[in-house]
């Protein structure tokens, strides 16, 4: 079949069958499909969407693009977690040390910031010498000896969701459901894990922003998880406003260091303990999920996930110290303000307004190809629902130049909704799938 009748027929609202989509998906890389009829097709599936038989085809083809990764010669149970992109979300450098120093291994495949959500490889590669550029075997003898490695998508894994991915973010096709699952799940599921816990955004600052879409989105990943035989579990969080307090990448490293540490902001905290305690279940580290949440509560307490996460920016190369001294990660050398125009009560903060404006001023980037400014970000003042005067600080963009500040600054100050009644608090965990 041509290509132009698979894409009219996706345009139609038609199922295509499991080998016409491996065709199209092999077409596109070797080169017989080109780019401009993959983005059709990606966008008519952004429209029309895909039946779950479809989304399994995609899914299966684009996990066989790449190497499958045999971790049996590491001993353990391997679980990884994932979020599907938020503002302000450094829950992986925080749960992932909770989890491996309870005994779970954590081979951890990371992205980077893309839009206006952050990156985890972004943010450790802040760290001074940090690499996540490790081979395979180099990422098994890590995860031998200290349980846990962050690592990117490398060309081995994968890597028809690298080409895929990058093509999406520039035709407007990111935020579709099928799209995202067959994407997560292929990576999930070329690392050779035995379970997976997922952390779906919903919100603002999230791809879903209805509830609904974001359950849909759970419910499917689930199910691919589980048809791979894998433990997986989902949990539906508030993307509304930023996660925790700081925005940026060495900021963020800053803040899970602090939060490693027992005194982070609450909203980060307890999501992390949450997704540890879950990876430490799925892990068969603890009998019952309170058993594991206690293991997680005790590893944050006792400091043994903050050693963990030292031990492994040792293991990559970097400087375990910048956890104590963070005069040695980068750091900005300019503070601009954002006042709040009058009194009341803080109603929202816009997560995307939030990571479109640190993506402005250097902390996010453009395109793949763009670098990072490490030491730049956003430091959230306040957070929803408290009481602010006219005139007090609300939040300080962290800049190295003055390029797009003021644009930055403008973008911020609408990012905040305040208003003369408090808002109803809003939950954090709003679901659970799987
Ligand atoms: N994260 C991914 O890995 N893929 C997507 O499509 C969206 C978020």
Do not use: W
């Not at 816990?197 to 419910?219: T, Y």
């Not at 007090?392 to 797009?404: A, G």
Request: charged letters at 25%; proline letters at 4%.
């Amino acid at each position: 079949m041509r290509t132009v009748d698979l894409i009219e027929r996706k345009r139609d609202g038609e199922e295509l069958g499991p080998e016409e989509i491996v065709s199209l998906i092999q077409g596109y890389l070797d080169g017989q499909v080109p780019d401009y009829q993959m983005s059709a097709f990606l966008m008519a599936v952004y429209f029309q969407g895909m039946a779950d038989r479809e989304v399994s085809a995609l899914t299966e083809c684009m996990l066989r693009s790449g190497q499958v990764i045999d971790l049996s010669s590491v001993p353990g149970v391997k679980v990884d977690k994932h979020s599907t992109g938020g503002v302000g979300d450094k829950t992986s450098l925080i749960a992932a040390p909770l989890a491996a120093s309870a005994g779970v291994v954590v081979p951890m495949i990371s992205g980077r910031a893309l839009g206006h959500t952050g990156g985890t490889l972004d943010k450790l590669e802040s760290i001074p010498g940090f690499r996540t550029d490790l081979s395979i075997e180099q990422a098994a003898e890590q995860l031998r000896t200290c349980g846990l490695c962050y690592l990117g998508q490398s060309p081995e894994l994968a890597p028809a969701d690298g080409r895929l991915y990058s093509l999406r973010d520039v035709t407007g096709t990111v935020p579709s459901v099928p799209l995202i699952a067959s994407s997560i799940m292929s990576k999930k599921l070329a690392a050779g894990l035995d379970g997976l816990v997922l952390d779906v955004k919903v919100g603002s600052g999230a791809f879903m922003k209805k509830q609904v879409e974001a359950r849909r989105l759970a419910q499917l990943m689930v199910a691919i998880g589980r048809r791979a035989d894998k433990r997986v579990q989902a949990l539906i969080t508030d993307m509304n406003q930023p996660l925790g307090y700081a925005v940026g990448n060495a900021l963020e490293v800053m803040e899970a260091s602090q939060t490693l540490l027992n005194g982070g902001p609450d909203d980060l905290t307890r999501l992390s303990l949450e997704l540890a305690a879950r990876m430490i279940y799925s892990g068969r580290v603890a009998r019952t999920l309170e058993e594991a949440r206690e293991m997680a509560q005790t590893r944050l307490i006792d400091g043994s996930g903050y050693r963990k996460l030292k031990e492994v920016i040792q293991a990559q190369g970097g400087n375990p110290q910048v956890l104590d001294r963070f005069d040695l990660l980068p750091n900005a050398n300019g503070a601009r303000e954002v006042n709040s125009p009058r009194s009341g009560f803080v109603s929202a903060i816009d997560a995307r307004d939030i990571g479109r404006a640190a993506a402005l001023i250097g902390a996010g980037r453009a395109t793949r190809e763009d670098t990072v400014d490490p030491a730049v970000g956003i430091i959230l003042e306040v957070k929803a629902g408290e009481r602010v005067e006219a005139g007090s600080v609300l939040c300080r963009l962290y800049y190295t130049s003055e390029n797009n500040l003021e644009e930055a600054a403008h973008v911020v100050e609408d990012a905040f909704r305040i208003s003369s009644h408090a808002a109803e608090e809003r939950e954090l965990i709003l679901e659970v799938v799987g």
